[in-house]
């Protein structure tokens, strides 16, 4: 049984560009969730989806946006990059227990 | 809003040592409680849960106790081995109402075991 899968490994973008991360959750799981989690730092929450909707939001500006596909995986795209958004970027799947499962995270690197 | 506190790290010890790491939270409602294990480039990996007060986690010797008196969660291990070097979070989630689904961490201690 695979894992949350996430793509690609390694990203390195310039300021002002725009950027898509993927992220295949875990067979049987519904939810996924996204997270920032910058050097050093722990782990903050972007926004969750289920249903293909946006079911929470965390403290993050609209130039981050999201999409679930009806396959339950889904996509995080952040438009007009900053520096500051240089950071690993984890997916997290999970069912109906509501435990999350982590994928391995994208790092992004805004140059 | 629902906040995490780590001890300060990062935390080295000998092979074998004791191993305390400090949580404490605050939360808007009733928190289920999690330590995260993170190695070096890898995602998280769930380590332990707790879901009511004074509930014992426990997994791979490492063991956490809900405590709602004192909104703590501290993870303990009797005798750590090189292998557990890695970066522990804790973190808590609020089930229902606005805080559904939503993870909230500390800020992550460095743990280092030397031989």
């Known amino acids: 049984d695979a894992g949350v899968t996430q793509s690609p490994t390694h990203l390195i973008k310039t300021r002002g560009q725009q950027v898509t991360l993927r992220c295949s959750p875990k067979?049987?799981?519904?939810?996924v969730s996204w997270y920032q989690q910058a050097l050093g730092q722990g782990p903050q929450f972007i926004f969750q989806?289920?249903?293909?909707?946006?079911?929470q939001r965390g403290n993050f500006p609209d130039r981050f946006s999201g999409h679930q596909f009806p396959n339950y995986s889904s996509e995080l795209n952040v438009n007009a990059l900053l520096l500051g958004d240089s950071a690993l970027y984890l997916c997290?799947?999970?069912?109906?227990?509501?435990?999350?499962?982590f994928g391995p995270g994208t790092r992004l690197t805004v140059l | 809003g629902d906040s995490v506190t780590q001890m300060e790290g990062p935390v080295t010890l000998s092979e074998e040592a004791f191993l305390t790491i400090n949580c404490t939270y605050t939360?808007?409602?009733?928190?289920?409680l999690f330590w995260y294990v993170q190695y070096p480039g890898e995602g998280l990996q769930l380590l332990l849960k707790?879901?009511?007060?004074?509930d014992k986690g426990s997994n791979k010797g490492f063991e956490a106790t809900y405590r709602k008196e004192t909104t703590s969660f501290h993870l303990e291990k009797g005798s750590v081995q090189v292998s557990d070097s890695a970066v522990y979070f804790c973190?808590?989630?609020?089930?229902?109402?606005?805080?559904?689904?939503?993870?909230?961490f500390g800020q992550g201690t460095i743990l280092t075991v030397h031989p």
């Open positions: 997290a799947s999970s069912g109906a227990g509501g435990e999350q499962f």
């Open positions: 067979s049987g799981h519904d939810t």
């Open positions: 989806y289920y249903e293909e909707e946006e079911r």
């Open positions: 939360a808007t409602g009733y928190p289920s």
């Open positions: 707790a879901t009511k007060a004074d």
């Open positions: 973190a808590l989630i609020v089930a229902g109402g606005t805080s559904y689904g939503k993870l909230t």
